[in-house]
């Protein structure tokens, strides 16, 4: 969606991510939250405009708005396509340099241009290294969900407790692989992680720098979990310094002292802000 050389095209989650978004299930699954089917492409008045009006635009609404959008979509010519990918490869390049994080997170697999002919090549190789990274933070975060739904629900005293053997909370069971201190190389690998450096060269320096972020953190939850077990007491990701830096290099201080302080729920936090950030990067996010 493009006017002149102007994107207005914004892509939409039609349930919330957030517990403060408009129309969120709390029951929606993580892996739910930014899949293809709970995305809608919108222009940036409507976006308002459908989450200041929750009573008339439910989920039911936008998911036939959707619907009827897509079965009446014809391809556009092809040098309409290459002008607009050339406007969002522009906005790759330039957006997001402020730092901060969105409200609103997106999947970048809608960014696809379709064509009668194809996409022109560069920017269509541009736009392909955005959607394989993105496709790898959905696969870091399958392959280390435990490790987030753990801290999502037990306090890090809860899980110490666990490890030194004073307490056994049956939901720390589900840690168990990680005794095995392979199994965080090993999940990393069936992400994706070790395809990823072939994207570098067409993604912006900043965009990299948040997607390894993004990894480092996965991989260094899962390590410390790992030693958690070795050194019978836990090692706890919001402890660590390795952690902070990683966080700090990208977030905002007072949002990661902000994870930091959370009692429940600190890793899923963090993690949400660094996707925002890529995605901001990415120039596929409603910037608040």
């Known amino acids: 969606m493009a006017i002149g050389d102007t994107l207005i095209g914004e892509i939409c989650h039609i349930k919330g991510a957030r517990l403060t978004s408009a129309r969120h299930d709390p029951d929606q699954l993580p892996r ?7 995305l809608i492409l919108i222009c940036p008045t409507h976006h308002t405009v459908i989450d200041d009006d929750k009573e008339s635009y439910t989920v039911d609404r936008l998911l036939r708005m959707k619907r009827d959008h897509e079965d009446h979509t014809k391809p556009v010519e092809e040098s309409e396509a ?18 901060g994080f969105a409200a609103h997170t997106v999947h970048a697999n809608t960014i696809t241009v379709q064509t009668t002919h194809g996409a022109g090549h560069l920017s269509s190789r541009q736009m392909a290294a955005v959607e394989h990274l993105w496709e790898i933070v959905r696969g870091l975060g399958s392959e280390f969900s435990t490790v987030v739904f753990v801290d999502s629900i037990l306090l890090p005293e809860e899980m110490d407790g666990y490890f030194k053997g004073k307490e056994s909370p049956p939901l720390m069971d589900a840690l168990l692989e990680y005794k095995n201190s ?6 990393l690998a069936r992400a994706g992680a070790n395809e990823a450096a072939k994207e570098r060269p067409f993604v912006s320096p900043r965009l990299w720098s948040i997607f390894f972020i993004i990894q480092a953190i996965y991989g260094r939850s899962a390590f410390l979990l790992s030693n958690s077990f070795k050194e019978r007491q836990l090692k706890h990701w919001r402890d660590d310094d390795g952690c902070d830096q990683l966080l700090r290099s990208v977030l905002p201080a007072q949002a990661v002292d902000h994870t930091k302080g959370l009692s429940f729920n600190g890793l899923r936090t963090a993690i949400d802000m660094l996707e925002s950030q890529f995605l901001t990067e990415a120039g596929m996010n409603k910037p608040q």
């Open 182 to 187: 392979n199994v965080p190389i090993d999940k």
């Open 32 to 38: 739910e939250k930014h899949a293809f089917e709970n």
């Open 82 to 99: 290459d002008r607009v990918a050339q406007v969002y490869v522009q906005s790759v390049e330039t957006s997001g340099q402020s730092g």
